[in-house]
């Protein structure tokens, strides 16, 4: 996890701004770009842009130039790093710290990057990136893949071109029968899940949506059949509802989603791209739509609950890649920590985290339909009067 003092980047041919950007299309972009070109470099056969470049697409103020950590923020580096896996957000938080986050903000998009780390945010909720952002020569690169399918669409969903209406969503509970998922001493994930999805399909249906769940009760579906049935429903979506827990933290906590990684990316947390990562998924096909899904879920969830924020993720989960409609598999909280499995078995707060999940939901619809702005973490705490603060666990 230590800073990449790379050698052997090669700079390409500069290439005109909106052109880099496929995931939405030279077209949609031309227009705004400005007459500044891409300084794309290729390091270790992959393409990178220098944040200063970002920032000048964004109309971002101008990054300071980066520094050498001294010695002393390296060695803290190097703990975290060691801890960070051991012991989650809370030590990753306190080694994004120290690595020096790169804020930038205008025009009501904020992008934050940590030069060495994965770990971003985007519009205030935490984004895992592809690729850790790469320091060269004293500036901050970020993977082009990473700014066209990740930065891009989690920016500005508002611009992802050929969004579907939505008139099913297909809710499917984690787990069922024989397999009860993570448990804790007030009961199973399967149990938990299948509450979470009955409420949502009640909210749901009062919304005018059609509404299918894999499993209405408690029984055994395979993985592979959950995305078939929403494949079989044009203008359907899918979320996937689980639970979380760690055996090795009893301190792991919050809030994590997760979509298709894209082709050529790596799963959060697998750190060097595999052959399976540049084949082609059906997923694949909807892999922006899922983002921007996930986006409008997780920013609904954090908005209307306040729980620590794991971030957006990427993943190859069975349900993510064989689903042909837009994806998302959310993990509400920890049956394995003391605290959140004693709210996930209060009624109301599954009652919450359902309201929160539709709400998200129909964020989408609209985004998709009417190609509305989601609303974002900052617009639901602006208007957070209708919520108790948990203060208790609002930690971060
Ligand atoms: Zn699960």
């Known amino acids: 996890m230590a800073f990449a003092h790379l050698t052997g980047c090669v700079k390409l041919s500069t290439m005109k701004l909106g052109c880099l950007l496929w995931a939405v299309g030279c077209g949609a972009l031309l227009g705004r770009a400005t007459a500044a070109e891409w300084d794309v ?8 842009v220098t944040l200063e470049n970002v920032a000048a697409f964004y109309g971002f103020p101008k990054p300071a130039p980066l520094t050498p950590p001294t010695a002393a923020e390296i060695a803290a580096m190097v703990v975290g790093a060691a801890s960070a896996s051991e ?18 903000e205008a025009g ?23 690729f850790p952002v790469r320091v060269e020569n004293g ?3 970020v993977s082009r893949l990473d700014l066209s399918k990740v930065i ?8 992802i071109a050929g969004l579907q209406p939505v008139t099913t969503v ?3 509970p984690g787990h069922g029968g024989h397999d009860r998922g993570a448990s804790s001493r007030f009961g199973f994930e399967k149990d938990f899940a299948l509450d979470v999805a009955l409420r949502a399909r009640t909210a749901l249906e009062k919304a005018g949506y059609a509404v299918v769940l894999t499993r209405a009760s408690d029984i055994f579906i395979p993985l592979e059949e959950r995305p078939a049935i929403a494949n079989r429903i044009p203008n359907s979506i899918f979320v996937s509802i689980h639970f979380n827990s760690s055996s090795s933290n009893a301190d792991a906590r919050g809030f994590e989603i997760f979509s298709i990684a894209p082709r050529g990316a790596p799963a959060t947390n697998d750190w060097v791209p595999s052959e399976r990562d540049l084949r082609e998924e059906p997923g694949n096909a909807v892999e922006q739509p899922s983002g921007a899904l996930a986006g409008c879920v997780f920013h609904a969830l954090l908005g209307q609950v306040p729980m620590v924020d794991r971030g957006l993720k990427h993943a190859r989960f069975a349900v993510l890649r064989r689903c042909e409609r837009p994806a998302v598999l959310v993990e509400c909280g920890f ?4 605290a959140e499995s004693s709210l996930i078995s209060s009624g109301a707060w599954r009652a919450r985290i359902a309201e929160a999940v539709v709400d998200g939901v129909e964020n989408y619809r609209a985004l998709a339909e009417t190609k509305q702005r989601p609303k974002t973490l900052a617009d639901y705490r602006r208007s957070a009067a209708g919520h108790l603060p948990l203060r208790a666990l609002a930690v971060p």
């Open 41 to 48: 470099q290729r390091c270790e056969g992959r393409d990178y």
């Open 108 to 130: 009501g998009l904020r992008l934050e990057v940590t030069p060495g780390l994965s770990e971003a945010s985007i519009n205030g909720v935490k984004q895992w990136l592809a």
């Open 87 to 104: 012991f989650g957000i809370t030590t990753a938080a306190t080694l994004a710290a120290v690595s020096r986050t790169i804020a930038m």
């Open 170 to 172: 297909v809710l499917d």
């Open 152 to 159: 891009e669409p989690r920016l500005r969903p508002e611009l």
């Open 139 to 141: 500036h901050a690169l």
């Open 335 to 338: 049956v394995s920590n003391p």
